[in-house]
């Protein structure tokens, strides 16, 4: 796959898609989607189950082909800076019976995931205080200090969400791409979580991939949404891509976006894609 030739050369431009489609099991998922997505900027996946969210960030990380079009992230073709990328996959949870702790969940991300091993006894001394040194740090980023030392699976769904995050950061990465981060969590944690993601692109200077269910604990952190739906996608402001027009043309039927009293947006009328293709997954 070649990188995508944009008539940009801005090195702020840290995912770009063109023209990209992606065939999964025989199908088209979705197809001419044009994306970009810049350093600092945090950036929402939207749209209704099954319409191809989580694939998107699976073609950004290049563990799916594109079938259409070209993509280039980290200037260069998806997958080959897979270690500058933050992942934080959809799902993940620890049984309660776990004994690893939390900061050694961490250590796996700068180590490379080598599950519950410590850096080997050759390892120099001064990398492994690095390694020590950027656990502690992105520990306190994500404030984490109080549980990491507890057994993963002692510790609330928030609390892992934050040591998996922290997991994710210990590299430093450019890239932050999290599948549904806030998913089971209670409201107060997702806008503690939400809070912790914008403070990382603004603060660290990432940038947010994160596919969401609910719009709502992250609008007033929105830099951009990339809304999927109808086989397509399109990307803006949440004040230009969030209403009942522009979702009503994507969708290709009537839908009302509607806001509540506490300016909470509601999408009413979009299709369930997701149940109808149950049997697919
Ligand atoms: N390996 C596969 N083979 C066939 N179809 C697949 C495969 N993986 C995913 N799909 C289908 O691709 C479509 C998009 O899946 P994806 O997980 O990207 O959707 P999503 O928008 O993230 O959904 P959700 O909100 O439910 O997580 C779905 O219809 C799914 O059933």
Known sequence: MTPVESGTSDANVVVAMNDAAVRVGGRTIWSHVSIEVRAGQFVAVLGPNGVGKSTLLKAVLGL??????SAS???AAPGEHNDQIGYVPQRRSFDSSARIRGRDIVRMGYDGHRWGIALPQ???GSASREANRRV???IDLVGAQAYADRPIGQCSGGEQQRL????ALVRRPPLLVLD???DSLDVTNQASVSALIEKISTVAGVAVMMVAHDVNPILPYLDEVIYVSGGGALSGTPEDVITT??????????????TDRTGRLVVVGQPDIHATHEDER
């Open 64 to 69: 799916i082909p594109l079938s259409e079009g």
């Open 73 to 75: 992230v980290l200037g």
């Open 122 to 124: 050759w390892f120099p």
């Open 136 to 138: 502690d740090e992105v």
């Open 164 to 167: 998996l995050i922290a997991q």
């Open 180 to 182: 549904e981060p806030l």
């Open 245 to 258: 027009e522009t979702l009503s043309a994507l969708y290709g039927t009537a839908i009302d976006v509607l």
